[in-house]
């Protein structure tokens, strides 16, 4: 069980607004960007971040949160999107694929099997939307994709 003073010295810790990087920066830095801009939302809406950017069974997994009976492993997909990019290219979670699917349960089960805590698992899809105008990354939406599957 977690001290009271850590979850809350964390939840003020992930409210802190990340420093937005350049477009100029590359995909790396916004795409980095766009993680902590999803953790900074799942701790608004009162989830306790456990891990972020965390391996398990040589794999990664963007966020590890918890929210009532529920351990949620989250995979973050930002993007740089105009209404027509999204048309031809489809949306952010459509990037997570059969193989990034295989690779977050495989994580899963080893986190569960090394520190078993008796919540269900669930696996959630957060998509970053940054304003493909703004020179300094800006988020124009964030879309939290609740048992994306299974």
């Not at 952010?92 to 008796?118: D, W």
Request: with cysteine; glycine share 6%; charged share 30%.
């Amino acid at each position: 069980m977690m001290h009271p003073f850590k979850r809350i010295c964390q939840r003020l810790r992930a409210l802190r607004p990340p420093p937005a990087p350049l477009r100029s920066e590359g995909k790396a830095a916004l795409g980095r960007y766009g993680e902590a801009c999803a953790a900074n939302r799942l701790v608004q809406n009162g989830y306790l971040l456990l891990h972020r950017n965390a391996r398990f069974g040589g794999h990664e997994v963007d966020i590890v949160a918890q929210k009532d009976n529920c351990l949620v492993f989250c995979e973050v997909k930002t993007r740089t999107l105009t209404e027509d990019d999204e048309r031809i290219y489809g949306r952010p979670a459509e990037a997570v694929n059969e193989r990034q699917r295989r690779h977050l349960r495989t994580a899963a089960k080893c986190y569960l099997h090394s520190a078993p805590q008796g919540l269900a698992p669930r696996f959630d899809v957060m998509e970053v939307y940054l304003d493909p105008k703004a020179e300094r990354a800006a988020v124009l939406k964030i879309v939290h994709l609740q048992d994306a599957f299974r």
